[in-house]
């Protein structure tokens, strides 16, 4: 077996074991190549050197790659890589029909038919391309997350008719499912097929397959030689005419079986139909070749051939004895005929006592029309009375949930027994759950019987949870059991990663906030590291997760700081101004909005001037330049003349903008 981790064909790298078989074992696997989940079947290793199921599996998988249908697993790939034969499939996640019928028994009738049909069709879109599947069984058909079924091992399972029934691990769990024909060593054909999903169809309805044993042999053999057990023994409910489908699938001889998968599914269909609900019991018409025959005891006188022969004569004591025996009976005759006569007498005083009615049970009348619940209660020596109504999930409509009193009880013939029918399943009006908080709906809903999903999606004004829409409409009457709804559910605001700030200018900073959404603060701060007019940091850092409206906040450099104020170039003398005025530092306001600049000038002692100018690369509203530049001397009062951009000129805005957010990206 190989070990999850190798890689074939230096594409499918195997992850997890699926399943092993008879033949072949599963795995999980990835396609390197298309980043895909898929099944990958390898042939067994003492199988490798075997070129006959080599040949097999090679030539049963093409075959099957013709087969297209929604209820087939696909085959994607064939090949082989350093002596090991693999199949490459359709990767199913879900369960295998064995599991959903252990987990979800009992399963309703309809969704019995619907898993079904589904698996019958795609039997018949096999047929027709002249493949036989040969190894039908619930463990050969999965089940999806969305409950859609989907058949596997097309055609693989012909090597398997080379082995012998003495591997019981290969075969045992595929004997329960085997024809009579097949048992007896015939070749299997689209009827042992048929017979198959009878067989099926038999513990979908019943929870169980309808022969045991200790070997695979044995059970083998039940399946030509004892009657099919009645799924109706099992459960009283199951319509006649959808016992009638296993067992018309079922019949010894496979003449008398469905001619087809469509024939059979077509059969199905309408076996909850009213129409049927009188329906006799299938029986087949020919006589099983195996059957064991109980003759009936002939007498003497039957047996004889030609002229009685003459009877010898009797000894004289015979003679003498049956006189005797007749004169015994003549004198105790008074006392028999006295004895006959009390007997009768007692009966007649404890009917006159009871009224003539004796004591019958109840008949089980779960599932019954009331036409059968009728003729039950009248072959049980009852009468139907009172008939009520109620809401069941489970039982079809106008078919009996319960009697009162319940099954098995004693009563007195002639007595009246309620039946509750069905209304079918209650209806649950939709509401409007827009608005309403996700989990709090799904957890009711569920309680109801709902399935309930979502999708989720980015909202800029709806909270995170909150639902924004569903698929079912406000008022519509649905089944909560048979009802799936969507939910789209808000997972709140988009957000993005910040991008790291530091090093640029505010301008490049400024232009990619304002195409993420975002809002920048700005303070200044000396700094001998960074070159003025540069960002030293940001908060939030990059990386950071933001959503749009969010405020980041940017340390901006002044460059290194002066000495003195004196040895500022642009500083005022102390012969130009009054020697107490005390000295400024001019801010630096380029890259900032007109607003906050004509702020942080004021906020500094110093007397705004702007003006404004158009420009192709600074967005409208942001400081161009400034005279006298950041970080020059200034007093208290002085003019500081700011150029504001009032973005492109008229006949160039389109392209300029264009040509701008793409420089800046």
Sequence with gaps: MIEPGYTLNERYQLKQTLG??????????????????????????????????????????????????????????????????????????????????????????????EIMGQIL????????????????????????????????????????????????????????????????????????????LGIILFEMLTGTVPFEGDSAVSIALKHFQEAMPSVRDFDPRIPQALENVVLKATTKDPAERYTSADAMNSDLKTALSAKRAHEPKFAPTGDDLDETKVLPTLSAAATQVGPEPAKPA?????????????????????????????????????????????DVKIPDLRGMSTDQATTALKNADLKLGKVSKDYSASVAKNRVIRSAPVRETSVKSGSQVAVTLSRGPKRFTMADYTGESYSDVAKDLRKKGFTVRSVKTASETVAKGEILKQDIAKGKKVVPMDTTVIFTVSSGTSTFSLQNLVGTSLIWAQTYANEVG?????????????ANGEIISQNPAAGAQMSRGDTVTVV??????????????????????????????????????????????????????????????????????????????????????????????????????????????
């Design 556 to 665: 901006l450099s002044k460059g290194p700081q002066p000495q003195s104020s004196s040895s500022q170039p642009d500083a005022v003398s102390a012969s130009d101004k009054d020697s107490s005025t005390p000295a400024l530092t001019v801010p630096n306001v380029v890259g900032q909005t007109q607003a906050a600049a004509a702020s942080a000038l004021s906020a500094a002692g110093l007397t705004p001037q702007v003006v404004t100018e158009e420009s192709q690369s600074v967005p409208a509203g942001t400081v161009i330049s400034q005279t006298p530049s950041g970080s020059s001397g200034a007093t208290k009062g002085d003019a500081i003349t700011i150029v504001v951009s009032s973005g492109p000129s008229a006949s160039s805005s389109s392209s300029t903008s264009s040509s701008s957010a793409s420089s800046n990206h």
């Design 20 to 113: 092993e078989g008879g033949m072949a074992n599963v795995y999980l696997a990835r396609d390197l190549i298309l980043d895909r989940d898929v099944a990958v079947k390898v042939l067994r290793l003492d199988l490798q050197n075997d070129p006959d199921a080599a040949r097999r599996f090679q030539r049963e998988a093409m075959a099957t790659s013709e087969l297209v249908h929604p209820n087939i697993v696909s085959i994607y790939d064939v090949g082989e890589s350093h002596g090991q034969q693999y199949l490459v499939m359709e990767y199913v996640p879900g369960s295998d029909l064995k599991k959903y019928i252990v987990e979800h028994f009992p399963i309703p009738y309809q969704r019995v038919i």
């Design 314 to 358: 009797q000894p004289a004591a015979a003679t003498v004895k049956k006189p005797q025996r007749w004169a015994g009976l003549k004198k105790r005759w008074p006392f028999i005929a006295a004895a006959v006569a009390a007997g009768l007498v007692v009966i007649a005083l404890v009917l006159a006592f009871s009224g003539g009615k004796g």
């Design 518 to 530: 975002l809002t920048i603060t700005v303070t200044d701060a000396y700094s001998s590291s960074v």
């Design 121 to 196: 069709s795609a039997v018949q879109v096999a047929h027709d391309h002249h493949i036989i599947h040969r190894d039908l069984k619930p463990q050969n058909i999965l089940i999806d997350h969305d409950g859609n079924a989907k058949i596997s091992d097309f055609g693989i399972a012909v090597a398997l008719s080379d082995n012998s029934m003495t591997q019981t691990n290969s075969l045992l769990g595929s004997v329960h499912y085997l024809s009579p024909e097949q048992a007896r060593g015939g070749m299997p054909t689209r009827q042992s097929d048929i017979y198959a």
